[in-house]
């Protein structure tokens, strides 16, 4: 839902920065799995061990990486078709590694079967709502949109681990909750989405 409202004026912004760094000798694809390895590496180290905060704000700025590349191949003037796929298949992995680094937390740390249960919904059905869009798209058909899009899956669980690790109690349990209900109704909406579009090229 945010790429339609602010997707178009983070990309102006990032513009100036994308062309610095393609100055500078790198490439979009570096971008990608420096942003990708930094992210796994912070999900998986710093989560399980507790370590909320620093989980937080180190996995948010990897993160934040992911938007350069798209910047930086706008600057060199193209992009590729690996290098859209190595995004595409980065972006699962960094999901992957947060939801399993925050399940870990869950199980073993908080001992709360409650949120791992949410976690591990939200885990799954992060793949599957991504996967939809994919499938559908190689059948010439689109699915896109939706109420819980990538944007809003970090935002929502990373804003759950950082106030839990502030003092709020149930925090990370409350926002799994919320994103698994709002990861359900995105996969029927995009699936949907598929059903609307196979009439019309019906």
Known sequence: ?????????????????????????????????????????????????????????????????????GAMA??????????????????????????????????????????AAACLICLVLAQVISYIKARAEAEGLKADGGLVERAERLIIALVGTGLEGLGVPFAVEGTLWLLAAGSIVTTVQRMLAVAASAREAG
């Open 74 to 115: 706008r600057a060199r003037g193209y992009g590729t078709p690996f290098g859209a796929t190595l995004d595409a298949t980065c972006d699962r992995l960094a999901d992957g590694a947060l939801f399993a680094g925050i399940a870990w937390w869950c199980f073993a740390v908080e001992h709360n079967l409650r949120a």
């Open 1 to 69: 839902m945010l790429n339609i409202f602010a997707r178009a004026s983070v990309s102006r912004a990032l513009d100036p920065l994308g062309h610095a760094l393609v100055r500078a000798g790198l490439t979009p694809n570096a971008m990608t799995m420096i942003g990708t390895a930094g992210a796994i590496a912070c999900a998986l180290v710093f989560f399980p061990n507790g370590m909320l905060l620093a989980g937080t704000f180190t996995v948010w700025g990897f993160a934040m990486l992911d938007l350069l590349d």
